[in-house]
């Protein structure tokens, strides 16, 4: 029997998906002047709807993310599509789902430590 239930994996998957969203945003807002890059995006969320919805812990163990080109965003004169206010409020966002992620795992890792008698 697994320590850790599919829960648990998925909020450590969910914990990944937000660090490779961070990233990607990072990404855009570095390259926002750089004429004809386009925005990219992770969107974890779907991925791990998605292997939850299979039932299977291995699944979403198994989950991969990667930033895509979204193909949306006003395109500039120069051909790129990054608006930095909308992507500093992104990342923002995503970096409060990245605290509450960890804080959720903590708490749940301090609950079986507990239960373990391993303070």
């Known amino acids: 029997?697994?320590?850790?239930?599919?829960?648990?994996?998925?909020l450590e998957r969910a914990?990944?998906?937000?660090s490779v969203r961070q990233q990607a945003l990072t990404e855009n807002l570095a390259n926002a002047n750089t004429p004809g890059?386009?925005?990219?995006?992770?969107?974890?969320?779907?991925?791990l709807q998605q292997a939850l919805g299979a039932g299977d812990t291995a699944a979403v163990h198994n989950?991969?993310?990667t930033a895509q080109p979204t193909g949306e965003g006003p395109m500039r004169p120069d051909g790129g599509t990054v608006d930095v206010d909308r992507e500093?409020?992104?990342l923002a966002q995503n970096a409060m789902e990245y605290q509450?992620?960890?804080?959720?795992?903590?708490?749940?890792?301090?609950?079986?430590?507990a239960a373990m008698g391993r303070s």
């Open 100 to 113: 509450a992620l960890a804080s959720i795992i903590k708490a749940r890792t301090g609950i079986i430590r």
């Open 63 to 65: 989950t991969a993310f």
């Open 37 to 47: 890059y386009q925005r990219k995006d992770v969107d974890f969320h779907s991925a």
């Open 88 to 90: 500093s409020t992104e």
């Open 15 to 18: 914990l990944t998906g937000a």
């Open 1 to 10: 029997m697994p320590l850790f239930d599919i829960t648990h994996v998925a």
